[in-house]
């Protein structure tokens, strides 16, 4: 029975397979000519259980989610000191304030603009920060657009492809369909470079995404679902396949999830740690990390060991 979209005919008609992959480098060198190379870089920002992510790909620039009210402020200062208050495009998973609420405010008091604000969830969703952010959009003459699973989205030469659950379909064990459960998930590539992006589903929908999709969702660098309050779902884990794995939660929020990639021998980052970038010449990822301190960084060494 379809659940998600049927990502195999979405793959036929843009061309767009698995590939090999691409090695990832964490905390090492770059090479000497890097900078002089076309890059995908990638930020996760510094957070305590909120995505907010900056993507900036061939003189593009891409927001993904933005966090809570609280993070307004850091926002808007990362962006203000790269030059990018006015970022192409703004997507938004689903309408959590931990996801939309700092791009709500940054909106509405006019730190930052964009060419267009994109969500899966329709204009008139009835969820309170979406019918905000629905409201403040055309006074700002910024474009609303609703994209829907199997569409794809470009920035620079990378391309994003979306899942999503249509919330219409019943779950195969039952219980009730959650905000959460609809996110959009972001499956990008820029060339052999893969990485997925999960947002806040719940463990059906983790499982359904990697038995519908399996090596489609392959990916060299992996969001923990929601995140990472929980362990990922082991089916997700296998299908996805990741060297890296980006935690956004708390560290007591995270124990089982760290537990778990331990294990597993797969690296992790938690942005709780400091401004994480990740940049891909499509063959390669070299992975950084902006520590908060030099505790800090040792504080994760010590907990990358615990099995």
Not at 213 to 234: F, Q, S
Not at 276 to 288: A, K, N, Q, R
């Amino acid at each position: 029975m379809k659940r998600l979209i049927c990502i195999l005919l979405a793959l036929m008609l843009t061309g767009v397979f698995p590939a090999a992959g691409a090695e990832v480098y964490i905390e090492q060198e770059k090479p000497a000519d890097w900078e002089e190379r076309d890059l995908l870089r990638i930020w996760a920002l510094y957070a305590l259980d909120c995505d907010s992510y900056v993507l900036e790909c061939g003189g593009q620039v891409m927001l993904l989610d933005g966090g809570n009210k609280p993070k307004e402020g850091s926002l808007v200062s990362f962006l203000e000191a790269h030059g990018w208050t006015h970022p192409d495009m703004i997507f938004n998973s689903h309408p959590h304030d931990d996801h939309i609420e700092a791009l709500y405010y940054a909106i509405k008091h006019g730190k930052i603009t964009t060419d267009v604000f994109i969500s899966p969830f329709p204009e008139n969703y009835g969820y309170v920060f979406h019918k905000k952010m629905a409201d403040v959009l055309p006074k700002k003459e910024i474009p609303y657009r609703q994209i829907f699973g199997g569409e794809k989205l470009t920035l620079g030469k990378a391309e994003m492809l979306l899942y999503r659950y249509d919330g219409k379909t019943k779950k195969p064990n039952g219980g009730s369909i959650t905000v959460n459960d609809m996110s959009g998930i972001l499956h990008l590539r820029y060339g052999d470079a893969t990485m997925l992006f999960t947002a806040d589903i719940g463990g059906t929908i983790q499982q359904m995404l990697a038995e519908e999709n399996g090596e489609a969702i392959k990916a060299d660098i992996l969001t923990a679902p929601h995140h990472g309050k929980n362990a990922v779902n082991p089916e997700l884990l296998k299908a996805a396949d990741p060297k890296l794995v980006i935690i956004t939660g708390k560290v007591d929020r995270t124990t089982d999830c760290r537990r778990q990639l331990n294990n597993a021998e797969i690296s992790w980052k938690r942005t709780s740690y400091g401004n994480i970038l990740m940049e891909t010449d499509g063959t390669d990822w070299y992975v950084t990390q902006e520590y908060a301190s030099e505790q800090v960084k040792k504080q994760e060494k010590k907990e990358q060991k615990k099995k």
